[in-house]
């Protein structure tokens, strides 16, 4: 389990992460997603100890990580920028690496460079973007972490190589519960895959709920009434939009939907109820639109 | 619980990896080395010489510090560092990895160049003495530096900044001894400055060039050991506190950019106060301010990639001019108590007067720094022959008189500097420097009485030239008289002439010139001058003679006329060759006829 405790990290004058308090259970996928510039990335450098925060702390398995801790040797980490040391193919990363990780599984090796059906005496430098990807990722999980920090590792892979990835991790993670952080824009890719979501806006954790919950508590729903339709307020719920087209409704709301039905029972007559269950694209759009983001419309 | 280690458990693993991906830096220095220093030079002048040796040397430093600056890049790019620091391996025990492998790639080389250096029987061992030291701790630098910074290209500049701070800091030594010569009467910055760097700034001693005449013993490892931890512990204590999200910021530590930015800002009007000379404090200081400042904001907004003034920085500038306030003030006074001060006449042992900091004779082969003088030179034949110094009682209550006078008023009939220097019975040295400054109201009459006293002593007419020991048939091998005048030099041998003779005359010439001179304070600050106005003993005549020139024309052309009396002796204890001048002029009458008799000539 990694558990991240009211971390706070300024960059001169600017407080880049404020008060951010995460737990990542062993064994599960959670998924870091957030505006650009959020600091997702600083997190993941925060937890791997690249960055050392101004305060706060961060814990393995209830022991307090630091730059020296050996619980780090259980963790690997896959920044976006990837980075090859000059001249190396993958065979070369591969056994320089495993002078570092102890853990380090040839077989496993084989089976993804196999798998992933990559040149292995490539120099590393010459690959595409996303070979490069699957590269580091074949190394990260030949390597046996039990903590896998992920920085937008999907992106630039095509769908079939995505698919192979996610195999890959669901994989590792139901045969060895590994715990796995990853950080993503691809908001569509990851909601299938984790148990957990941390949103983050600037530097903040707005949200962070398990999955099912999350999708459990927001809920789009389209209705029609006879009458003319005016808001409902409500402290079992909270409506955050409301569009109508055509004579119907499409509402999202927060809380107690059955509630909602309920109130629009009693005050109109009701044509039409349906609910629809949301992606955690628009649940990420309505989360860090309560927080101010992206509502302003662009006027020509 | 952490690893406190300062390597990796699997230390020999990562270290013959590190060293293995050097393979292509030692096989292209090898190759320089063996092109070089050994090839080249056999093929050009079929031998290989110390120059080569050096120049190999220079190599050597060049690839070093080339090979640190790239190994330590992992610290300047976002990738690199992201990709290493997520390693299970800490970032000291990365840092010693590196300084490791850098160590080992430089003892190859110096390796390479001593199986050369061996093959070519040349002796340079005093160059490595120097040397390795050198690159050792240059290694250790270039990876505090490197950590300092948050660019490559900074990280190549702050090494070399850094290694040569100790020496950039004797250029602000210097300028602020030149605050304190400015604040305060009779002292002088030159005599401030060595004594400080001699007594205790000793920079030579930092950089090893101490051992360059004396060679190695125990102390040369233990002060390397000692600088190689220091720095080796700035490096340790940066490192802890390095804001990695800075990489790619010129520099990463606000204070080191701070710093760095005042030391260079402070040497910016240090440079300009030496083309731009002025007898103005208030001026000096105001340039000062001015140029550190400017200086200081080009160099913050480089280093902070902005033209925009940050409050942090002008706060630092403004406690930067505070302290150099202070110094100031400070400065002032703890000199103020000293300004003042002359020794009662029973506390010197021995004193002297003069306008020269510094002697040198042939016969010591070395200097000496009147501010060094000593107990025990007094007790040396040598010094006391060598240098106007004065013990007689007589001698140091008029020098003290002198130095009152001198305090009261520092008029004189042309620019003149003069040192007084006490040695005390205790052992201290007492020295004041004083400027005096052409005055068109100034009176002589008191410094030239009291030195005429002093020019009246037995100890000074010791040292007049005709009592040198040396001057003496037994030691002359040969004796001219040399005459310069309108027709150039001419040089008579009167090898054949009555030594004890021309003694005698030249004693009485002395004495009447001596007694006769309008001029006795400047002949006893300048014993020894020989290059002269009217008022020296070798009296250069300006006269005009006419010339014919290349186009039929006469004009006068002004020429010089002087006497000497030169003589050589081979003999003065250890068989040196030596040379002495006796300068005369026609008021020497006696000297100047009996030349007139020997050589048959008329002088005049």
Redesign the interface.
Known sequence: MIRVEGLN?W?RDFNVLKDINITANTGQIYGLVGSNGCGKT?LL?HI?????GDSGSIYYKDTQI?????E??K???I?D?????YGYNLDMLFK??S???KNMSVEKYEKLLKFFNINRKAKLTTLSKGQKKQAAFIIAVSAKPEVLLLDEVVDGLDAVVKRKFWNVLINEVMERDVTVIISSHDLKEIDNICDKIGIMHEGRIIKEEKMDTLKEEVKRVQFAVEEEYKEIKSDKYEIIKTQKIGSVYFGIIKGDVDIFRKDLNEKYTLLIFDELSMDLEEIFITELGGAGYGKEEFIS | MEKKNLFPNNFKTVLLDSIAGKKNWFLISFAILIITVLIMPLLLISEIQEGNIVVGMIEIFILVFINCIIDFSYLHDNRKLGYYLSKPMTSLQRVNITIITNFIFTAVLIGILGVINMIAGVDVHEMYIITIPWLITGIITAAFSSILTGNSLAAAVATVVNFTLPLSFLAILNYLFTIIEDLALGFNANILFNSFVDNYYKVNNLYFLNYFDDGINWTYFFQLAVIMTVLYLIGFKLLKRRKNERTTELVVYDGYKYFISLFLATLVPIGFSLALRTESFVGKMAVFVLLSALGYYIINAILEKSFSPSFKGLKMYIIYLVIFALFIVGGNIATNQYEYYIPEAEEVEYAFIGNSMYHYQQEWERSRQVYDFNLEDIEEESFKENVDVYTSAKSIDNIIDIHQHILEDQSYYLNQNVIITYVMKDGDNLTRYYNLEQAEDYNGDYLNSKAKEILSTEEFESRLPYNNKYFNKSYIDNINFEINDENGYKTHDISDIDIEKLKINLEKDYQNYLQESKYSFEILIRPDANRSPDYYIERRIEEDKEVETAVPEVKPETYYRNYSIFYETSETGNMKYMRYDIQINEDFENTVNMLEDYLNIEIK
């Open positions: 990290k960059f600083t450098k791997i100890q690249i960055f050392k630091k730059e020296a801790s050996p780090i040797e963790f690997y980490y920044q920028d990837l980075y090859f040391p320089y690496e002078k570092l990780y």
